[in-house]
């Protein structure tokens, strides 16, 4: 065999071809993630609730001459929007099973939990995006409420802060994770919602009738181990809740979920 | 190249693909036939990693599709020319295949312009296309990473007259530029035409697979020769005498033979021919024949 020989055609040369890089499948990801009227008005929508929230907030405290806090701006529409960017973290996941799309996806990128990671990071950064946009809303809100009312209180604590950023991206994630799981909008959409209102009563109840679940609930309510992050900081019990519970609603529903994904027939 | 060795898929106790083998070679287009859920689309999804095989293996150029870095570059695939978003439009469509793979725009509206989707029809919402502009649309996407290797689950379902002419041409002119093409289709007329190579697929099994005069040469009951000499009646004879089976067809003769035998024996004689071809549906009949369950009763 010469050195010269030239290439029969019958193997593939792969050796010059670069892999996908993981920032070029965000960024299709993210794409993907407006590019439909569905996908575009969820995150309209998401941004018009914070305004509209941030706004009413304002009105509301302006008539009745009450007083408030920057911090209370961001808290009301923290609380809307974690209605919604559960719903945003479902819809990455299933919009491509739903539309059949990962036939093409996973075809251009057989790897899948780099596809999977790629969603997951849009969903972070969309969570930050709509904490900006409810952070410079407010920011304008409480101009607007000093203004009027001659004085604006600029409290805003950075445990709130940091707990509010935390809360909305596993929020989201929360939605994720049920989506990769069931791959089904409506299915995941629904438990996500008995997670987060009916469970805590069942918890709830359950530990008022039973002593031993008591001493259990804290362990599995990821909600309540979630909301320790206001009174920054944790100690170390308040700190193993979270994990622990954290593990049980978002790893492990993400880790069976992908490894469904892995194994699922893609049709 | 592809190859596929003793690939075999199972759903419980069904067998849709058993213990299949071929090869694609570069520069020859294979036709991939079967009827209605012989195991194709199976089998090109395991080639792609969409469906996992239960035994055996497909390598793609040597490698396992798994292993193929960026494979939109390498190889062109098109399964099923609907499972792309409803409310994308063809344009987004392509432009999100392009921006994965890290083409240029520009790349775009040459595929475009290849599968003559107008850019009023790139802007139209894939659930307001056409059956034959999704499978352009589709083709285009195929297309797009100018790969060496075509898989294609029927590229010319739903295509108008023009359109599947334009694909025929298109195809060989890739195979002859030395791409692997490997196409799957039910109708035997459309992949006569384009394919180099046919593989017939009859429950989940390979039932012959050659080119297309091999194929013919291995029917049962093949070489049935529709024959017309100026004079007739002297050519029956000469015919008869070497003891073929000859019967009058039209105006000339139908004979159980090749059409070989009938040139050597019209030469031989010193007869003129004005007509001499193989039985039409001859390969018809043989996909038939290979692809039933009742095989003679259903020829009979
Ligand atoms: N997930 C599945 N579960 C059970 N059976 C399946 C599954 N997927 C495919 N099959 C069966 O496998 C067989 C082969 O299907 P396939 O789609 O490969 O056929 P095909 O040759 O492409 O047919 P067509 O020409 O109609 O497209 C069919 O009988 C089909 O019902
Ligand atoms: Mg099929």
């Known amino acids: 065999m010469s050195a010269t020989t030239p290439a029969l055609g019958h193997a593939l040369d792969i050796s010059t071809t670069r892999p996908t890089p993981f920032s070029r499948l965000v960024r299709v990801e993210l794409r993907k993630s407006y590019d439909t009227r569905a996908s575009f008005w969820l995150l309209m929508v998401i941004g018009l609730i914070v305004l509209a929230t941030e706004v009413i907030v304002l009105i509301v405290t302006t008539v009745n001459d009450e007083s408030i806090q920057f911090g209370d701006f961001i808290g009301a529409a923290a609380f809307m929007t974690s209605f919604l960017l559960p719903v945003l973290g479902i819809m990455l996941v299933t919009s491509e099973w739903g539309q059949r799309t990962a036939m093409v996806t996973f075809a251009l990128e057989p790897r899948r939990p780099r596809v999977i990671a790629a969603k997951a990071v849009v969903g972070v950064l969309l969570t930050l995006a709509t904490v900006v946009v409810a952070i410079v809303l407010g920011l304008v809100c409480n101009l607007v409420y000093g203004a009027i009312q001659g004085d604006a209180d600029w409290t805003f604590g950075w445990a709130g802060f940091f707990a509010f950023i935390v809360n909305q991206t596993f929020a989201m994630l929360g939605g994720f994770a049920l989506a990769a799981l069931l791959l089904n909008t409506a299915g995941a959409i629904v438990v996500f919602f008995i997670y987060k209102w009916v469970l805590p009563i069942l918890i709830g109840i359950g530990a008022a009738l039973m002593a031993w679940f008591d001493k259990l609930a804290p362990w599995i309510d990821f909600l309540s181990a979630q909301n320790e992050l206001y009174d920054w900081p944790l100690t170390g019990d308040q700190w193993a809740h979270l994990v622990v519970s954290g593990f049980i609603w978002l790893v492990i529903p993400i880790v069976i979920g992908v490894w469904r994904i892995l194994r699922a027939e893609v049709k | ?300």
């Open chain 2, 1 to 300: 190249m592809i190859t596929v060795e003793g690939l075999t898929r199972k759903y419980g106790t069904f067998t849709a693909v058993d213990d299949v083998s071929f090869v694609c070679q570069p520069g020859r287009v294979t036709g991939f036939l079967g009827p209605n859920g012989a195991g194709k689309t199976t089998t090109m999804r395991i080639m792609v990693g969409l469906t996992a095989p239960t035994a055996g293996r497909v390598t793609i150029g040597g490698h396992l599709y798994q292993d193929i870095p960026n494979p939109g570059r390498h190889v062109g695939v098109l399964l099923d020319a609907s499972a792309q978003h409803a409310g994308r439009t063809g344009r987004e469509i392509l432009e999100l295949g392009a921006r994965t793979m890290g083409l240029d725009g520009s790349r775009v509206d040459e595929m475009l312009e290849l599968v003559s989707l107008t850019p009023g029809e790139a802007k139209r919402r894939l659930r307001n296309y056409s059956l034959g502009m999704k499978q352009r649309l589709g083709i285009a996407h195929a297309l797009l990473g100018d790969p060496s290797v075509l898989i294609l689950d029927e590229p010319a379902n739903g295509l108008d007259p023009a359109g599947i002419r334009w694909m025929r041409g298109l195809l060989k002119g890739y195979a002859e530029r030395g791409g692997t093409v490997l196409l799957s289709s039910h109708l035997l007329n459309e992949v006569e035409l384009i394919a180099d190579e046919m593989i017939l697929i009859g429950h989940g099994k390979i039932v012959a697979q050659g080119d297309k005069k091999s194929l013919l040469a291995g029917a049962k009951g093949s070489g049935t020769t529709f024959v017309t000499a100026l004079d007739n009646q002297v050519l029956a004879e000469a015919l008869q005498a070497k003891g073929f089976v000859v019967a009058g067809a039209g105006d000339g003769l139908r004979v159980e033979t090749e059409p070989v035998e009938v040139g050597r024996t019209a030469a031989e004689k010193a007869i003129v021919l004005t007509d001499l071809r193989a039985a039409d549906g001859g390969l018809e009949d043989l996909f038939l024949e290979l692809t039933s369950d009742t095989q003679r009763e259903g020829m009979a």
